[in-house]
């Protein structure tokens, strides 16, 4: 969950020159580092979680996962429409989802930029995927870059892009990065995005494994040593919130 104070909207937006319809490029550029360092620009390129089936029973993480993402999605949506001045506000304040709001922006403005084109191309071959942010989060970023090829009828060889984007994986993912490299047969777009989510899965998995066993040695080396049990409770916090 990403947690933003009025006061830290504030301070942000302070800084940042609002949309009045003009160089919409660099306006973009700032409003997206603005979106990543507050934790809601995921909404943007990943999905809404699906609502359970109608004979579906639902696990309570997939139900704060929806939770979230609707709550990330209003702040995200709301940083937006207060980027913009008040004409443009008033203009878009009633489109109902940070991506749709995004898209409609771009499709409005980014045609209309003399440097836009050239801003795509360089912005999909000058992209690195960083260490600390979900890679299919950034897989997904990457893929909205490429759609707006697309807006502008641009092509782009479909290995090129594939091969592109393993380049461009975090440095914590070499051995998996060299891998995907080596591998006999050539995979599409849409398989890369397979194999990327099933390895970030099981980081996942092995990450929260291995913070439980952390956090159960803790324990178990709190109660030998005999240590107050204000201690014992930090360690069984530590501990719950791997699972």
């Known amino acids: 969950m990403a947690f933003v104070t009025l006061k830290d909207m504030g301070s942000d937006f302070h800084r940042l020159e609002r949309f009045d319809g003009g160089d919409f490029v660099r306006w973009q550029r700032k409003m997206h580092f603005l979106l990543v360092t507050v934790k809601v620009y995921y909404v943007i390129v990943n999905p809404r979680p699906p609502e359970p089936g109608e004979n579906e029973e639902e696990s309570v993480a997939k139900t704060r996962e929806r939770l979230r993402w609707d709550q990330d999605d209003e702040i995200c949506r709301g940083h937006i429409l207060n980027g913009m001045s008040n004409t443009l506000f008033d203009a878009y304040h009633t489109v109902k989802t940070a991506k749709e709001l995004w898209n409609q922006l771009e499709r409005r403005y980014i045609t209309e930029d003399a440097t836009s084109k050239r801003f795509i191309v360089s912005k999909f071959f000058d992209y690195k995927m960083v260490d600390g942010r979900s890679v299919m989060e950034q897989f997904?970023?990457?893929?909205?870059?490429?759609?707006?090829?697309?807006?502008?009828?641009?092509?782009?060889?479909?290995?090129?892009?594939v091969t592109s984007i393993i380049d461009k994986l975090p440095p914590s993912w070499k051995n998996f990065r060299n891998s995907l490299k080596h591998r006999k047969e050539d995979i599409n777009l849409d398989e890369l995005g397979t194999h990327l989510r099933i390895e970030e899965d099981l980081r996942k998995e092995e990450k929260s494994k291995s913070e439980a066993r952390e956090g159960k040695m803790i324990m178990e080396v709190l109660g030998e040593e005999g240590h107050t049990l204000r201690a014992r409770e930090l360690a069984e916090m530590i501990f719950q919130s791997a699972l």
């Open 140 to 161: 997904n970023e990457i893929k909205s870059i490429l759609d707006r090829y697309s807006q502008h009828k641009l092509a782009l060889d479909e290995f090129i892009v």
